[in-house]
């Protein structure tokens, strides 16, 4: 079974600039989630979607992130302007049920964010 | 609110010898308790979980872990390390009401010395 695919592995940016992440879940997987990862920290949640409706948005700066998950199978996460401080790892995940805690989360590589 | 905390940053152990990672959870209720193994490069990989029953819980790649409810504390134990075991280790904790979404702590990187 084909893993958690993300796009692209690596991307440096200006600040100021505007940069998009690609995710595309396990076949079949009906949550997707968003990671940030920061270095030297834990994964955090930045957004959760059931299908292609959205659960938690609740740590996703509004301001300048955006995500979508169309016809509820791949997603793309968005940032304009970014800042230095999004410099990070951005984690995407997805689980077979919908959003249960006691689901297993698969993560993606990740794609490896520097803003300049 | 919901916190994990892994106190070790960063631990070396011989090869061979045992492990123990240490994490500690706040949640008023029971919790659902994962550790997560990420390896350079990669993305996360479920280690093992316990949502409640036996609080000794068996996992992949010979870890097991022991869930202490007067303690708080979710432990990572292996008795015999590979250095094909060097990676970062999270521990993660939901809940029942929290749908999907996870609190993960800060993470401990485990290096192996031959």
């Known amino acids: 079974e084909a893993g958690v695919a993300q796009s692209p592995r690596y991307k440096i940016i200006e600040k100021r600039q505007s940069v998009a992440f690609w995710c595309n879940p396990i076949s079949g997987h009906a949550t997707l989630y968003w990671y940030q990862q920061i270095l030297g920290q834990g994964p955090k949640l930045l957004i959760q979607f059931q299908n292609n409706g959205v659960v938690d948005d609740s740590q996703l700066p509004k301001d300048r992130f955006s995500a979508e998950r169309l016809k509820g199978v791949d997603s793309t996460l968005k940032i304009q302007p970014a800042k230095l401080e999004d410099s990070a790892v951005y984690l995407c995940a997805s689980s077979l049920e919908g959003g249960i805690s006691t689901d297993t989360q698969y993560f993606g590589p990740g794609t490896r964010l520097t803003v300049l | ?114």
């Open chain 2, 1 to 114: 609110a919901q916190s994990v905390t892994q106190p070790d940053i960063h631990i070396t152990v011989s090869e061979g010898a045992s492990l123990e990672l240490r994490c500690n959870y706040s949640y008023g209720a029971t919790p659902y308790l994962f550790w997560y193994v990420q390896s350079p490069g990669q993305g996360l990989q479920l280690l093992l979980k316990y949502f409640s029953g036996d609080t000794l819980v068996q996992g992949i790649k010979g870890f097991e872990a022991e869930f202490k409810r007067s303690q708080s504390s979710f432990n990572l134990r292996k008795p015999s390390v590979h250095w094909s075991d060097a990676a970062e280790y999270f521990c993660a904790v939901g809940a029942y009401n929290q749908g999907g979404k996870l609190i993960f702590g800060q993470g401990t990187e485990l290096s192996v010395k031959p």
